[in-house]
């Protein structure tokens, strides 16, 4: 990936490098070459996952809880990257169950979804959380999305040709992906029936990473799905640069702009999530979901600032049309809420758990 050795990241930034533009060239690569090229440039050196147990196992009612960790890349200083997991289960299950990998948003963490994880145990299904990179317990202490937006703006100001770290999103897509491969190999799991569900932040991660992931059989992005290039030409771009306002504020400082504007949401997009605007975009990989036949449930609000609809409309009617090409369409459901802006309703909350412990078991 874009990690922390010379040679790995030559190759990113030969990955990375925007393609030149030519009038007869498509604004974005084929969704099963966007797929290459993205697992391609998140790539980095695995390492053995060391899960360590964090605390006793305690039952409460029919449900079990746990916490554990484990290690998903080897940092700069040398250290581990551990990725701290919820996870609760029903109690005294035997065998191998489904799982639903459950995210939170922005300044949240993985004990804000645990009503989420409960969900899904009560149906037989295994819930997990994890806290994104800079969050909960690998915040450093700091409260909300204080480490985070710190950490995003490090990156932006890493000089061109250092290695740097991509927080917002993609370094927690990584460790997703990890976590799918620990998860595989746990006892209680059934590696053929594993789900993802995000809200926020955590919607976005969860189109980017099991989009190209065809292990996730199951997807759930809330009030995640949107197209970054639509409100950047659209002019819609304050409610996703208000989620990190301190970052795109440093960055209009650097480029000498007098405030945030378009022109400072395109120099900082494309240096800390390389891609997003164009081959790493929703509406070029939500289709992937179809290809490989996995279920899709969408929910987004309709005056959403953060996820403008028009944009969103514009990745879920090319998901719909893959999922008509590939004659699946009830493997797919959209709810677009009138009214509603960015927020999970009670409605959806119900919706996606029935909807996802469907089509896991």
Aim: charged share 25%.
């Amino acid at each position: 990936m874009f990690p922390h050795r010379l040679l790995v990241l030559a190759i990113v930034l030969v990955s990375f490098n925007p393609r030149p533009a030519r009038a007869d060239a498509p604004r974005a690569l084929p969704p099963e070459k966007a797929r290459s090229a993205f697992l391609k440039a998140l790539d980095r050196p695995k390492v053995p996952a060391d899960v360590r147990d964090e605390g006793k196992p305690a039952e409460k009612g029919t449900l079990s809880y746990s916490q554990w960790s484990f290690a998903s890349e080897k940092k700069a200083d040398g250290a581990m990257e551990r990725v701290p997991v919820l996870m609760v289960a029903p109690a005294g299950a035997k065998g191998k169950l489904p799982v639903m990998v459950v995210l939170h948003g922005t300044g949240g963490n993985k004990e804000g979804v645990q009503s989420w994880l409960e969900d899904f145990a009560k149906q037989g299904v295994v819930g997990i959380a994890i806290d994104a990179r800079y969050h909960g317990a690998r915040s450093g202490g700091k409260k909300g999305s204080e480490a985070y937006v710190a950490a995003i703006t490090k990156a932006w100001q890493t000089p061109a040709g250092k290695p740097m770290e991509h927080p917002f999103y993609y370094d927690t897509v990584w460790d997703l992906w990890r976590l799918v491969d620990v998860l595989e190999a746990r006892n209680n799991i059934d590696p053929k029936h594993i789900g993802m569900l995000g809200i926020s932040m955590g919607g976005i991660q969860t189109w980017l990473a099991a989009s190209v992931d065809d292990r996730v059989t199951v997807a759930a992005p809330l009030i995640g799905v949107q197209s970054f290039k639509w409100s950047l030409e659209n002019d819609k771009w304050q409610g996703r640069a208000n989620t990190i306002k301190q970052t795109h504020e440093a960055a209009a400082k650097e480029l000498g702009e007098p405030a945030v504007n378009k022109k400072v949401c395109r120099e900082l997009w494309s240096k800390i999530i390389p891609g997003i605007l164009d081959d790493y975009d929703c509406p070029n990989l939500l289709p992937l979901f179809a290809t490989s036949s996995r279920a899709l449930f969408i929910a987004n609000g309709d005056l959403d600032p953060n996820c403008p609809v028009e944009g969103a409309r514009i990745a879920i009617r090319a998901a719909e049309d893959a999922y008509t090409k590939a004659g699946t369409k009830d493997r797919l459901v959209v709810r677009v809420n009138a009214g509603v802006g960015h927020k999970v309703t009670d409605d959806d909350h119900k919706a996606a758990i029935e909807f996802c412990t469907k089509w896991l078991k």
